[in-house]
């Protein structure tokens, strides 16, 4: 059975990311996510500089990162954090997360799929109620991360919004 823990905020420094990406068409995400996966898990070992055993997921703009993407260009993330950005692997790529205040809700389930179908539940939750109740507004980053050496059941994956004052 589902459930969510209570959001708390944290103080992080900034998160720098590295892994792979899948461009996907129109709202339907799902072969963006399927294809990041597979992109990611096939060369994870090769990420020889990551911070521990934390997978991150995010909705991502390559343009951000690569010029040469069109602007207009959305994709799914999947990526390890990592000590730098020094030591990205050839033909993988990297991004940064601002540091500074996040609220995390974590998504508790009895399986991996159940975990993954609360992200999109929590981010709502925490965008449209929690984030505006408490004086804040969303910052540039919103991302889950499931660590991967936890162990199982049950399974978290676990939503991080940026937090910013709601009049700054």
């Given at each position: 059975m589902l459930k969510f823990s209570e959001p708390r905020i944290i103080e992080c420094g900034p998160y720098q990311v590295v892994g792979a990406y899948a461009a996907f068409e129109g709202n339907d995400e799902g072969p963006g996510?399927?294809?990041?996966?597979?992109?990611?898990?096939?060369?994870?070992?090769?990420?020889?500089?990551?911070?521990?055993?934390?997978?991150?997921?995010?909705?991502?703009?390559?343009?951000?990162?690569?010029?040469?993407?069109?602007?207009a260009v959305r994709a799914c993330f999947i990526g390890a954090e990592v000590a730098d950005l020094q030591h990205v692997p050839a033909?993988?790529?990297?991004?940064r997360f601002?540091?500074?205040?996040?609220v995390?809700?974590?998504?508790?389930?009895?399986?991996?799929?159940?975990a993954a179908t609360g992200v999109g539940d929590a981010i709502n939750f925490l965008s449209s109620s929690w984030i505006p109740q408490?004086?804040?507004?969303?910052?540039?980053?919103c991302f889950s991360a499931g660590d991967m050496k936890a162990p199982r059941p049950p399974h978290?994956?676990?939503?991080?919004?940026?937090?910013?004052?709601a009049g700054g």
């Open positions: 996510w399927q294809a990041a996966e597979r992109a990611f898990f096939s060369r994870q070992s090769e990420i020889i500089n990551h911070t521990d055993g934390v997978v991150l997921g995010f909705l991502y703009r390559p343009h951000k990162d690569h010029p040469e993407v069109p602007p033909g993988m790529s990297a991004t601002s540091g500074g205040r996040y995390i809700v974590d998504c508790i389930g009895d399986t991996a799929d159940e408490h004086g804040y507004r969303e910052g540039d980053a978290v994956e676990s939503v991080y919004i940026k937090l910013e004052p």
